[in-house]
């Protein structure tokens, strides 16, 4: 990542442009957790699945150049690319929701639980996409904000694919929240991050903020999915797809 300004980060942090590493790392568990849900079974996904899923990968393969491209000072490649993420990250929001919706619509009466809780945690991961996306498109001008906001953005797919992984994983009998799983990893990196950074001159409280947002989150998907308000949104938004 790199300011408008072209200054480049002095040192290749685990946020910047040493971060290939870690997002190869994130790659593989994505990989890994939607393989028996979607890779594996790709001719019997639908378009919208598709069309996520490929904006999503492109969000990913974006994470992962940039910091490269600012590591070979490539500066105005990297802005070049950068413009992609106008249509990349509203497409993956989009996409989203509308899948949220379209599962909504076909869930069972006796399934129906189940799904408000998925449409919490895949509109709560949308909301979080987009915050850390905004904050980080605000401060494109300010190297060292503007890169921790962007890998924020990589945090948020820990847990869904973490959590499908476990379901996967799982031994027939054993009953888990797998986003417990999840956010515990997501929480292990944020404290991995700040540890790294806790000499960092500038932007240190960036993880600390995104920190408390999936606490926060946390809390609320406990809480939320089971009001009468959220179920009633449920409905109504499953009705939209009809």
């Known amino acids: 990542m790199v300011s408008a300004t072209?200054?480049?980060?002095?040192?290749?942090?685990?946020?910047?442009?040493?971060?290939?590493?870690?997002?190869?790392?994130?790659?593989?568990?994505?990989?890994?957790?939607?393989?028996?849900?979607?890779f594996s079974r790709l001719s019997l996904a639908d378009l919208?699945?598709?069309?996520?899923?490929?904006?999503?990968?492109?969000?990913?393969?974006?994470?992962?150049?940039?910091?490269?491209?600012?590591?070979?000072?490539?500066?105005?490649?990297?802005?070049?690319?950068?413009?992609?993420?106008?249509?990349?990250?509203?497409g993956v929001l989009v996409t989203a929701l509308w899948l949220s919706q379209l599962r909504m619509a076909a869930?069972?009466?006796?399934?129906?639980?189940?799904?408000?809780?998925?449409?919490?945690?895949?509109?709560a991961a949308s909301v979080m996409l987009a915050l850390f996306w905004g904050l980080a498109i605000?401060?494109?001008?300010?190297?060292?904000?503007?890169?921790?906001?962007?890998?924020?953005?990589?945090?948020v797919m820990i847990d869904p694919a973490m959590a499908r992984l476990?379901?996967?994983?799982?031994?027939e009998g054993v009953r888990i929240n797998p986003s417990w799983v999840g956010y515990a990893l997501t929480f292990a990196v944020l404290g991995l991050l700040m540890w790294c950074e806790r000499g960092a001159p500038r932007g240190r409280g960036v993880f600390r903020f995104v920190t408390l947002v999936f606490v926060v989150n946390f809390v609320l998907m406990h809480v939320v999915?089971?009001?009468?308000?959220?179920?009633?949104?449920?409905?109504?938004w499953g009705g939209l797809a009809g």
């Open 6 to 38: 072209g200054a480049v980060p002095r040192r290749a942090g685990p946020w910047g442009i040493g971060s290939a590493a870690w997002i190869l790392a994130l790659a593989a568990l994505v990989l890994a957790g939607f393989w028996k849900t979607y």
């Open 107 to 123: 869930a069972p009466p006796e399934m129906f639980g189940l799904q408000a809780m998925l449409l919490y945690l895949g509109t």
């Open 166 to 171: 476990v379901l996967a994983l799982l031994p």
């Open 138 to 155: 605000r401060h494109r001008r300010d190297s060292a904000l503007h890169a921790r906001y962007m890998v924020a953005t990589a945090l």
């Open 48 to 90: 919208v699945t598709h069309l996520h899923a490929g904006l999503m990968l492109a969000w990913m393969a974006m994470l992962l150049v940039q910091p490269w491209l600012v590591r070979t000072r490539r500066m105005s490649l990297h802005r070049q690319v950068g413009q992609f993420s106008y249509g990349v990250m509203p």
């Open 225 to 236: 999915p089971g009001t009468q308000p959220w179920q009633a949104f449920a409905r109504w």
